[in-house]
């Protein structure tokens, strides 16, 4: 037992080293958000819900840079140490002449620059298209439009720093990825306040701050990698690799954002008050951002955790340390969750002073935090799940959760059976639950074995 203690706070000391800079990074994103939203609010309770859709379409276009960066954190995590299998004396000079570690680090910066090119090119042409079909009130169809061509111009920039901070995480840096994400949210909060209400530009300021700090996040970081980067060889065999893993985390975040657009659609049809709901539910996510993004960050920790211990060889430890993984983040989300339920009018009545709003907002909060805790487990597992390469198996789950369980439960919830936006609160986090349960079962399923064959062959 005591052995046992001491391996699971090994484990755990490991994790929590990868995660704390990681919680930071999505803080400063949360903060980044928040005066987004807070800035929309001071503009017109119209600007708050038009960017609230336009969020999530620009959202929607950053979904092939994570889904490759997830591949190459999965393949960079194995690369990076494997040669720490080998004696202390070969150890370096294989890292440093690890060409293949370059080369792969390479052609995964080169493949997300050229598609933030062709997809912010792609979404300039199609926002507006994309906008008039949906189901939302034709006041914020243009604002919307016009903030997400906005974001579209800087994709270019989201695409190299996303996939950049993929590679440091990898390779152990992430505590350069937050000193560069420290100086993006400084730079992007300030700006906003200075672009939106000191200049001409109004609300679309809140866009071009955001373009401005990430082209200067992708510069801090382009200086953080040179050091990654040998002969500019493209590997097409790691690409492949590296799309075959990331290609499922894609589809999965299409397919949630998507169902966040069709939740906007279903609440804009409601008989009544549906731009406050629609503003309520902008809100409501970005406070909840402020738990999801902690549960994300151990989710991408993990991630790298499971993919270095498999990389070293050590299969029974990245099971476990995916647990412990999950259980330290699920414990601080529950902490983190009880502060915000106790503080959910006061934070609602922070980000708008309509009373619609901020009671509708209210609500939400008190429903969603509540189960918070299970969102964190589901999440944070997955990501060990995305480190051992298993993402078609995340993408089933969360397949099913929002397609079979959450988008129809919200549309007989709020529309069939008249229960309004409350009913689809319930509904949503139904989903939750359903999906938790479902990743634990395919955790086990998929890393248990393993374990279990090593411990016979070990006694």
């Known amino acids: 037992m005591r052995l046992f203690s001491k391996k699971i706070t090994a484990l755990a000391r490991e994790s929590w080293a990868m995660s704390w800079p990681m919680i930071l990074i999505m803080f400063f994103e949360f903060l980044i958000g928040l005066a987004d939203v807070y800035v929309a609010g001071k503009v017109g309770k119209e600007i708050q819900a038009a960017y609230g859709l336009a969020f999530q379409l620009y959202f929607v276009g950053l979904i092939p840079a994570m889904a490759l960066t997830a591949g190459t954190v999965s393949v960079v995590s194995k690369l990076f140490t494997a040669p720490q299998a080998l004696k202390p004396s070969e150890h370096d000079a294989v890292i440093g002449e690890n060409e293949e570690l370059k080369e792969t680090v390479f052609s995964s910066l080169a493949s997300s620059t050229l598609m933030g090119v062709i997809v912010g090119a792609l979404v300039i042409m ?31 920039f989201d695409y190299f720093l996303i ?32 672009l939106v209400f000191a200049t001409p530009l109004g609300f679309s300021g809140i866009a071009i701050a955001t373009v401005i700090s990430v ?13 990654l980067l040998g002969a500019w060889r493209f590997r097409f065999r790691a690409f492949k690799e590296m799309v075959a893993i990331g290609w499922p985390i894609g589809l999965l975040q299409i397919l949630w954002n998507l169902a966040t657009v069709v939740i906007f659609s279903i609440l804009g049809s409601l008989p009544s008050n549906n731009i406050e709901l629609i503003a309520a539910f902008t809100n409501g996510l970005k406070v909840e951002a402020a738990i999801f993004l902690p549960a994300f960050a151990f989710n991408l920790a993990n991630a790298v955790v499971v993919g270095n211990l498999l990389g070293k060889g050590k299969k029974d430890d990245a099971f476990k340390s995916g647990l412990v993984t999950a259980g330290l983040g699920m414990a601080i989300i529950v902490v983190l969750s009880l502060v915000v339920i106790l503080q959910a009018r006061n934070i609602m009545t922070f980000l708008s002073n309509n009373s619609i709003v901020v009671s509708q907002g209210f609500t939400y909060l008190y429903i969603t935090f509540a189960f918070e805790p299970f969102m964190a ?26 397609w079979i369980i959450k988008i129809p439960f919200c549309y007989l919830a709020g529309v069939v059976w008249g229960m309004g936006a409350v009913g689809m609160w319930w509904a949503m986090n ?18 248990r074995p393993v374990a279990k064959v090593i411990q016979v062959c070990s006694t």
């Open 126 to 156: 199609l926002s507006s298209a994309i906008i008039g079909l949906l189901r939302v009130p034709a006041i914020i169809k243009n604002d919307s439009a016009a903030l997400v061509r906005i974001y579209s111009l800087g994709f270019i």
């Open 163 to 194: 996939n950049a901070n993929g590679i440091l995480r990898a390779c152990g840096k992430v505590k350069i990825s937050l000193r560069n994400y420290t100086i993006i949210c400084l730079l992007n909060i300030v700006l906003n306040f200075v």
């Open 215 to 227: 082209a200067v996040g992708a510069l801090l970081n382009a200086v953080a990698v040179k050091n």
């Open 377 to 402: 487990w589901g999440v944070i597992l997955a990501g060990g799940l995305a480190g051992a390469g298993h993402t078609k198996n995340i993408l089933a789950v969360v397949a099913l959760s929002l």
């Open 430 to 447: 139904l989903a939750i639950v359903f999906q938790a349960v479902l990743m634990s079962w395919y955790y086990f399923k998929k890393m």
